[in-house]
């Protein structure tokens, strides 16, 4: 299935950023934010719609989706930090493709949206739209 590739592509790109003393939190893995000095990031992928783009014997379903993650730095470190790091793991994604298993997902231009503060943490979200084109 090709969610599952799309998936592996994206936690293994995200997995090339290195940051001192941040951690990388993905999805559905136990993590306590207590654990973090400085701050963590916490990453998604979002399936999004599909459409069928071509007709005959072999089908082409044309799929989107985002790539969110999400920049948490501690209160009082300053929101620079948290939008370089933003900025840093959208430039990994910014115009690639990347392929595995015969899927290659093409990375559109990140969006930024500075969440701001709650409770200790400061927050700056990143969105890459992506999309996959997939036969059956």
Not at 1 to 8: G, I, N, R, T, W
Not at 17 to 32: G, L
Not at 56 to 76: D, E, L, S
């Given at each position: ?8 592509i ?31 990031v ?10 069928q ?53 093409t990375c ?29």
């Open positions: 299935m090709s969610l599952d590739v799309v998936d592996k994206i936690s293994t790109q995200f997995a090339t950023w290195s940051a001192t003393n941040f951690a990388k939190v993905f999805e559905n893995v136990e993590f306590e934010p207590a654990d973090s000095d400085i701050g963590y916490k990453a998604f992928f979002l399936p999004g719609d599909s459409n783009i071509s007709m005959g014997a072999t089908k082409n379903y044309r799929h989107v989706g985002n790539f969110i993650a999400q920049v948490f730095v501690r209160k009082g470190k300053g929101s620079r930090l948290a939008k370089k790091y933003a900025k840093e793991i959208g430039e990994i994604f910014r115009g690639n493709q990347f392929t595995d298993s015969g899927i290659t997902i559109r231009s990140p969006g930024y949206a500075a969440v701001g503060q709650s409770g200790e943490w400061y927050q700056v979200n990143v969105n890459v739209p992506i999309q996959w084109d997939e036969l059956h």
